[in-house]
Nanobody, 123 residues
Framework: QVQLVESGGGLVQAGGSLRLSCAAS????????MGWFRQAPGKEREFVAA????????YYKDSVKGRFTISRDNAKNTVYLQMNSLKPEDTAVYYC????????????????WGQGTQITVSS
């Protein structure tokens, strides 16, 4: 019912910033909780951030608090992840995900996934 396409990945030096975008298809975007997850080489896919359908509530992984900000523009069917003060340990493939049922940190609660975009942070 919904398709997600990430953009904005690439190479950045430690301490730098990037903004990821996730464009969603369809006309029901505002009904979905949106999340960002990441998966580093040899690691499990992990939660990064989530935002409620209205944008009024957010969750963050502890290690990104104060550095990353999730936001959404329902009129544009787009969710963003602003990443500041990037560290080499942030290197991963980042995935956008949509959840039609619950405000959650769990990968199991998300119904739709993008293909991912690579973030590489050099030291």
């Amino acid at each position: 019912q919904v398709q997600l396409v990430e953009s904005g990945g690439g190479l950045v030096q430690a301490g730098g910033s990037l903004r990821l975008s996730c464009a969603a298809s369809g006309r029901t975007f505002s009904s979905y909780v949106m999340g960002w997850f990441r998966q580093a080489p040899g690691k499990e896919r992990e939660f990064v951030a989530a935002i409620s359908w209205s944008g009024g509530s957010t969750y963050y992984k502890d290690s990104v608090k104060g550095r990353f900000t999730i936001s959404r523009d329902n009129a544009k069917n787009t969710v963003y992840l602003q990443m500041n003060s990037l560290k080499p340990e942030d290197t991963a493939v980042y995935y956008c995900a949509a959840n039609s049922h619950t405000f959650s940190r769990s990968v199991n609660d998300y119904n739709y996934w993008g293909q991912g975009t690579q973030i590489t942070v050099s030291s």
